[in-house]
């Protein structure tokens, strides 16, 4: 497997913690581009090696635009120096939740500044999380932002709705890794752009039409076993890092998870080893 880029954000119901399973489906696939329609925090990206062609993508035009900044050699030397003298405690984080960004890279230091310092990394309703022991300290970001930043150079960033990165047409073999909101999601919210019925509806049928391999997690339930019937299921369980789920008295909780293909797996043994 390939070694992995660190992880640059803290990001609600990551994949990070379920990389050694999500590597069975793209390890031994041939693909020269690669996709993701929903990249969030995007564990699987940094996790795997990059192809002649990726492309990633969210709805959440500020988590895009820190992607951006950081994927710019001067703006993220910038970030870099501004972090390296930066503090983190619940005053200044109060400050920042409440300051107005007048440019991009400010768009960027902000949303950076807060996703590593409030709770899980959430930014909706989001509340001072960091723990001065257990978090890494702003001096240390760079140690994020530098290596995600060379790995982001070339790579294609943009903010928009998901049929359009499923069906744009390519001449290369496309992969996607598909990491849509949850059928059944938590009562807490997590993301800034949720998902209704219509939208899941709409992104099967996306997936269904298209000519690109994918493959797709999603929450075990009926409905999505309905929705997905013409492709293949796979039953997977991982640990999840936020309380979507599953998380016990501050513990970590075995999951179980669908992680849906519309093409064969090399003969890899147990998906649970």
């Given at each position: 497997m390939t070694k992995k880029t660190p992880v640059l954000f803290r990001y609600p119901g990551g994949k990070f913690y379920a990389i050694k399973l999500l590597s069975k489906f793209w390890e031994g696939i041939s693909h020269q581009e690669y996709r993701e329609p929903f990249v969030g925090g995007g564990s699987v990206f940094f996790s795997k090696k990059k192809v002649k062609t990726n492309w990633l993508n969210d709805l959440d035009s500020e988590l895009v635009q820190t992607y951006k900044s950081i994927k710019s050699r001067k703006e993220r030397n910038i970030l870099v120096e501004k972090?390296?003298?930066?503090?983190?405690?619940?005053?200044?984080?109060?400050?920042?939740?409440?300051?107005?960004?007048?440019?991009?890279l400010e768009v960027a230091w902000k949303y950076f500044y807060l996703n590593r310092t409030s709770f899980s990394g959430k930014l909706v309703s989001p509340a001072w999380g960091y723990r001065p022991k257990r978090s890494l300290p702003p001096e240390r970001w760079k140690e994020r932002i530098m290596p995600c930043g060379e790995k982001l150079e070339g790579v294609?960033?943009?903010?928009?709705?998901?049929?359009?990165?499923?069906?744009?047409?390519?001449?290369?073999?496309?992969?996607?890794?598909v990491d849509p909101p949850y059928f059944k999601p938590p009562k807490t919210k997590h993301y800034r752009n949720g998902f209704n019925l219509e939208d899941h509806e709409r992104l099967a049928k996306?997936?269904?039409?298209?000519?690109?391999?994918?493959?797709?997690?999603?929450?075990?339930?009926?409905?999505?076993?309905?929705?997905?019937?013409?492709?293949?299921?796979?039953?997977?369980?991982?640990?999840?890092?936020?309380?979507?789920?599953?998380?016990?008295?501050?513990?970590?909780?075995?999951?179980?998870?669908?992680?849906?293909?519309?093409?064969?797996?090399?003969?890899?043994?147990?998906?649970?080893?």
């Open positions: 972090f390296a003298n930066e503090i983190a405690n619940k005053e200044r984080w109060r400050e920042v939740f409440e300051f107005s960004p007048q440019s991009n294609k960033l943009s903010a928009v709705d998901f049929e359009k990165v499923i069906s744009a047409k390519s001449e290369n073999e496309v992969l996607m890794f996306s997936l269904k039409k298209t000519n690109h391999k994918f493959f797709l997690t999603y929450d075990d339930c009926d409905e999505i076993r309905d929705l997905y019937s013409w492709a293949k299921i796979h039953e997977v369980k991982f640990f999840y890092r936020v309380d979507n789920s599953n998380v016990e008295n501050g513990k970590r909780k075995m999951g179980f998870e669908l992680i849906i293909t519309n093409y064969e797996l090399p003969k890899q043994g147990d998906l649970f080893q």
